[in-house]
C-alpha cells in the first residue's frame, strides 16, 4: 500500500525540479539571444565557489591550476593600464590563449589546466600586480 503522503511530497519535488529546469532553459535560450544580437557573453552558473587571485611580479609572474568542474575567469583589476596577461586553459584535446586586461572574462571548460602569466608592456624597474576572480562551477 502506498503511503498518500510521500506519494505526495515525491511529486511537489517533480513539480519544483521540473519549474527549475524550465526556467534554466529560458536563461540559457535568452543568454543565446543576447549573445548572437549583441556580443554579450554570458554564462549561468549554480553553486560556483569564487577564488581570488593576487599576482604581483616581485613575487611571482605565473601561477598554475586546476579547473576541474570549468568557470570563468575574469580580470578584476590592473595596476596600471599597460599591464596584461595571457591566460591559458588546456584539456586534453585542445589549449587556448587569451590575452585579458582588465575588464576581461573569458571561460574556461571543465578538466582544463590553466596558466596565467602577467606582463607589463614597459616594465622598467617596476613592479605590478593583476587581480582577478576565478568563478568555478562546483563539482
Not at 88 to 94: K, L, V
Amino acid at each position: 500500500m502506498l503511503d498518500v503522503e510521500r506519494v505526495a511530497a515525491n511529486v511537489d519535488c517533480v513539480l519544483r525540479l521540473r519549474q527549475t529546469v524550465d526556467i534554466r532553459e529560458r536563461v540559457v535560450d535568452r543568454a543565446a539571444q543576447l549573445e548572437g544580437a549583441s556580443g554579450v557573453l554570458f554564462i549561468f552558473l549554480e553553486n560556483a565557489e569564487m577564488t581570488t587571485i593576487h599576482m604581483d611580479s616581485s613575487i611571482s609572474q605565473t601561477i598554475t591550476r586546476a579547473v576541474i568542474g570549468g568557470g570563468v575567469l575574469s580580470c578584476t583589476k590592473a595596476s596600471d593600464k599597460d599591464v596584461y596577461s595571457h591566460s591559458i586553459w588546456a584539456t586534453e584535446n585542445n589549449i587556448r590563449q587569451f590575452t585579458m586586461h582588465e575588464g576581461d572574462s573569458i571561460v574556461i571548460p571543465a578538466g582544463s589546466t590553466l596558466t596565467i602569466w602577467i606582463f607589463r608592456k614597459q616594465p622598467g624597474q617596476s613592479t605590478w600586480q593583476m587581480d582577478f576572480e576565478l568563478k568555478e562551477k562546483a563539482v
